[in-house]
């Protein structure tokens, strides 16, 4: 089983590359030992909710939104989101953490 990571940013050619070599090496060496890391560069933060979102409701392995806080501090991620943005949490998403 593969944990997928959706991330804003990254949206085309090179950049794309780019954004997912860095952040699955960072996350290969963060956690050791893991199950394999799929990092997927969307672009903007919507296109990175829309497709966690689709990755959720199908149940498939598990998923990563990564997107920028745009303030601080977060402590509750899903209620930031649905203000910041007017994301709600898909069923069946973790409530998750933010620090």
């Known amino acids: ?7 804003e940013g990254g949206s085309t050619g090179q950049a794309s590359a780019q954004l997912r070599i860095a952040f699955r090496q ?3 060496r963060a956690l050791p030992g893991q199950p394999p890391i799929r990092v997927i560069p969307c672009g903007g933060r919507a296109e990175a909710y829309r497709r966690f979102r689709l990755h ?9 939104l990564l997107v920028d806080a745009e303030e601080l501090p977060v402590t509750a991620p899903w209620d930031h989101l649905r203000r910041q943005d007017g994301f709600r949490r898909p069923r069946g ?3 998750g953490a933010a620090q």
Do not use: K, N
Request: proline share 9%.
């Open 56 to 64: 959720v409701a199908h149940q498939a392995s598990p998923a990563v």
């Open 1 to 7: 089983m593969s944990i997928t990571v959706y991330v």
């Open 93 to 95: 998403a973790p409530v």
């Open 26 to 28: 960072f996350l290969d």
